[in-house]
Nanobody, 128 residues
Framework: QVQLVESGGGLVQAGSSLRLSCAASGRTLRSYMLGWFRQAPGKEREFVSG????????YYADSVKGRFNISRDTAKNTVYLQMNSLKPEDTAVYYC?????????????????????WGQGTQVTVSS
């Protein structure tokens, strides 16, 4: 079992920055990939960004590439999502997720949605 607790959401103006945190506990993450998804009202949950806990690979959705940065602190077992140049379309509930490593990111995304570990979500609202 992996427990995930997100924090750091809030209401900000367009162009602002926010940093989300996801504290993980329960088991060693060495064989895991962790990531962020988001879900806006009336829309399906979508992948935002992910990383291998080993630190040798990160992945971003095209919609956030160049604006968001994912990182981790192995001492704190925490994953961060630094979000810059926020846009109203970034408004959503952001979820942290974890699942065992797969060969490719698309495979991991599908696997995580089907059977991964999830946090409770944190709301991000960007006003125009």
């Amino acid at each position: 079992q992996v427990q995930l607790v997100e924090s750091g959401g809030g209401l900000v103006q367009a162009g602002s920055s926010l940093r989300l945190s996801c504290a993980a506990s329960g088991r060693t993450l060495r064989s895991y990939m962790l990531g962020w998804f988001r879900q806006a009202p009336g829309k399906e949950r979508e992948f935002v960004s992910g990383l291998r806990w080993s630190g040798d690979s990160t992945y971003y959705a095209d919609s956030v590439k160049g604006r968001f940065n994912i990182s981790r602190d192995t001492a704190k077992n925490t994953v961060y999502l630094q979000m810059n140049s926020l846009k109203p379309e970034d408004t959503a509930v952001y979820y942290c997720a974890a699942d065992v490593m797969t060969v490719g990111w698309s495979t991991w995304v599908r696997s995580t949605i089907r059977k991964g570990y999830w946090g409770q979500g944190t709301q991000v609202t960007v006003s125009s």
